[in-house]
């Protein structure tokens, strides 16, 4: 491990390059919104523009990458991404951007690279096993094995948003069905539970900053969500046997009070110390763990 290296982060709303130290620390970052109605070439256009600005800095290995959909292992090309990035499911995104770039690339799902940025320097430093939920607009999750994300056959492995929840059971869930956890526990699921309770269509987080101003119904809403996610949580503890799982994304804080109170009750009692902690990077999380990736597979 010599040197400085890049870090990308392609999602729906923005794209992320950051120079990431040897110790783990972001050296330099650039963001910009993320071109997704232009298609993936403009998207990869984008990010590879990034990518050169930081790599005259950066050591000789190859650049990390955490993106928006699964990712095959096998062949770094998308297997499946949702309509936050039109196109992007097919995009063979190692090859797009060594072309690109003159580099080697290592790419990984999003929220996997998340969890290796945690892992790395954040909320789960000290921690080789861990689960990481993503909660923002869906909820996603990481599973990190012996310092390793765990791909599963397909790439996806970790998801956790299909899950059934209860209380979610008249709330449809963006695979079309009713009853799955991201129905209720996610951005999208606290919108739809508030204005099924109220009439009233709000975003997630102005359902959030109503609730901390005070107003009940939010209150209720986001506590049952929090004790959705804490319930299933406290079960996946058990399949998984972690040392520390990590509630991260833009929606966690909402979750959080109710989550961690459910999650504690529902904790069989063979992991009872296994704790429920917020992530610690924000929206350096995903750069970071990416540049991880990277140096730890320099040829
Ligand atoms: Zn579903």
Not at 75 to 100: E, F, H, K, Q
Request: net charge neutral; charged share 15%.
């Amino acid at each position: 491990m010599t040197g400085a290296v890049v870090g990308l982060d392609i999602g729906g709303t923005k794209t992320a390059a950051a120079l990431v130290g040897p110790g783990g620390d972001v050296l330099e970052r650039r963001q910009v919104p993320t071109p997704a109605r232009s298609g993936p070439a403009a998207v990869l256009d984008t990010a590879a523009r990034l990518a050169a600005d930081l790599l005259d800095a950066a050591g000789p290995g190859p650049v990390g990458v955490g993106t928006a959909g699964t990712v095959d292992p096998a062949t770094g090309t998308i297997r499946y991404a949702t309509d936050s990035l039109p196109g992007w499911t097919g995009t063979p995104v190692v090859d797009a951007l060594a072309g690109r770039l003159g580099r080697s690339v290592r790419v990984t799902n999003d929220v996997n690279a998340a969890a290796l940025g945690e892992c790395w320097v954040g909320a789960a430093r000290d921690c080789r096993d861990v689960l990481l939920v993503a909660v923002g607009t869906g909820l996603g999750a990481a599973i990190v094995r012996d310092g390793r994300v765990e791909a599963g056959a397909r790439g996806a492995a970790g998801e956790i948003a299909h899950l059934p929840a209860p209380g979610a059971q008249r709330l449809r869930c963006g695979c079309g069905r009713y009853g799955h956890l991201e129905a209720i526990a996610s951005g999208t699921g606290v919108a739809a539970a508030y204005a099924l309770a109220t009439g009233t269509r709000l975003t997630g987080r102005t359902v959030a900053e109503r609730a901390a101003a005070g107003d009940i119904v939010a209150r209720q809403v986001l506590d049952r969500a929090g004790t959705a996610l804490g319930t299933a949580l406290a079960g996946l503890v058990a399949l998984l046997d972690p040392q520390a799982v990590l509630v991260a994304g833009g929606a966690a804080g909402g979750l959080l009070p109710a989550g961690s109170a459910a999650y504690s009750a529902e904790l069989p009692a063979g992991w009872a110390d296994v704790p429920l902690r917020p992530a610690a990077l924000g929206p350096d999380a995903v750069v970071v763990g990416a540049a991880r990736l990277a140096m730890d597979t320099q040829e």
